[in-house]
């Protein structure tokens, strides 16, 4: 059986589960939290890094980050379900790096304020990670990922962002992107696994 190592508020391990539940192999994958602060933890010696989410295979080789996982899964399942083939497959690539983005510069806010001192933080740091979120969701507000029959991994991963923003920041993004909220509500509509790995703040 594979083995995901990850922690359930991580954005990338949520992207993985998600789209695990809809190629129909989540009951192929045994989820085992993953303790990044903790240097026992064997996720360090499952990824160098020592990063979530990994996935450690049948014969113990281990795959990372969550893009890379993701596309052995869609292969697992027959290809061509999250990550289509041919010209359509950049967008939804385009889309998938937005979404990852936005998470990157929401994740680096919360750790300057967990890992660093009121004192020795860096507003004009904080602000500058802020600036991308904001934007990425202008992009997304202005043009909202169409929802199409087969739902791919830029949906997935769009969902995931918005979903910690509600979990990190309190929804705040709510207010100001009114298509957004409408379009996660569809999206959490037809895809039952994002209340399943939805953590409550």
């Known amino acids: 059986m594979l083995v995901l190592r990850s922690a359930a508020p991580s954005p990338y391990g949520r992207k993985v589960k998600i789209c695990a539940a809809l190629l129909g192999l989540s009951d ?11 240097p026992d933890d064997p996720l360090r010696s499952q990824n160098p890094l020592g990063k979530i989410p990994t996935l450690v295979l049948d014969d113990g080789t281990t795959l990372f980050d969550s893009r890379v996982i993701v596309e052995y899964l869609d292969h697992l399942a027959g290809g061509a379900r999250m990550l289509p083939r041919g010209a359509k497959r950049f967008a939804v690539l385009r889309l998938q790096a937005l979404a990852d983005g936005l998470c990157d510069a929401a994740l680096v806010q919360v750790y300057e304020t967990r890992w660093r001192s009121e004192d020795r933080r860096d507003q004009k740091w904080l602000d500058h990670q802020a600036g991308k979120v904001e934007r990425a969701l202008a992009a997304l507000e202005a043009d909202p990922p169409k929802l199409t029959r087969q739902l791919h991994v830029g949906h997935v991963m769009t969902a995931c962002a918005l979903g910690y923003l509600d979990l990190r920041f309190a929804g705040t993004w709510r207010k100001k992107h009114p298509k957004l909220r409408k379009w996660l509500a ?16």
Do not use: G, L
């Open 28 to 38: 192929q994958i045994k989820i085992v939290e993953a303790d990044t602060n903790n």
């Open 186 to 201: 569809k999206f959490e509509e037809r895809v039952p696994a994002f209340e399943a790995t939805r953590v409550k703040p």
